[in-house]
């Protein structure tokens, strides 16, 4: 659990020294056309997620964070610049790139729990059903839904379906962990507790995450580093530090402060164009 004392926002500048990123959206644009029309989502995007990051992409409704997370997960490829894993170029969705998303139907009903959580081993020929069952066991159990491995996903609330489908991604142990707005379609108290075990497993485990959200509590809890998006099509407002925040910290008065900040730099332009310039700023020195 992260004790630090909660300090201000950081906005991010220059990477220099860090290692290679695992993941790197390089000056995306992300559109979407049909015959009568094209849809511009996101306007030359970058960003760099590393090795055990837990990086949240916030902006208002419509500013384009889940077709990047989409982007990422291969569904859809960019107009523009270049979506790396490692290196190398994402050209369609793969193993080791899982989402979970807000909707309660990802789990396919006809599957039991623990066969829910087998499917992709078993798919995607990682494991033999012998192991792909023990392994599914495991995360269960680490979930905390051992008990409920031979329900059916209609038999279970919203929260503990979100958990059978974190257990599904986390077996397919993924280079990056992609979430869609997990827990928005939950009761703010069964959210505030997703959010706490999120973080417990991140604890644990330190996997690297791309999360998405339009809450900047969620944003400020879930993640340590936060990329804020202008609205529609998104561009790039700034990237923060915020790893100083936690489930412990929400409340506070560093927390409150953030969340204002955080707030003016999406929401109103004057309070974003300084934001901006120390991005500008820093990357330049
Ligand atoms: N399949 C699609 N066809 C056409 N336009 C789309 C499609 N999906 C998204 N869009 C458009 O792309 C833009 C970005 O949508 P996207 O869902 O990525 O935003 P978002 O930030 O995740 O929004 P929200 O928080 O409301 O989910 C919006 O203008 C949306 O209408």
Redesign the pocket.
Known sequence: MNTRKPQSLQVVGSHAGLPEPLLQVQDVS???R?AART????HRVSFDVHRGDRFV?L????????????AAAGFIAPVEGRIALNGETVSGPGPDRVVVFQEFDQLPPWKTVRENVMFPLLASRRLGRRDAEARALHWLEKVGLAPFADAYPHTLSGGMKQRVAIARALAMQPEVLLM??PFAALDALTRRKMQEELQLLWEELRFTLLF???SIEEALVVGNRILL?SP???QVRAELNSHQFNLHSAGSDAFQRATQRIHGMLFDEAAAAPAVQALHRSAAS
């Open positions: 992300l559109e979407y049909s849809v511009r989502a996101t992409l902006g208002p409704s419509g500013c384009g964070k889940s077709s990047l997370l989409k869609d707005e998405v959200t339009h998006l529609h099509p998104g």
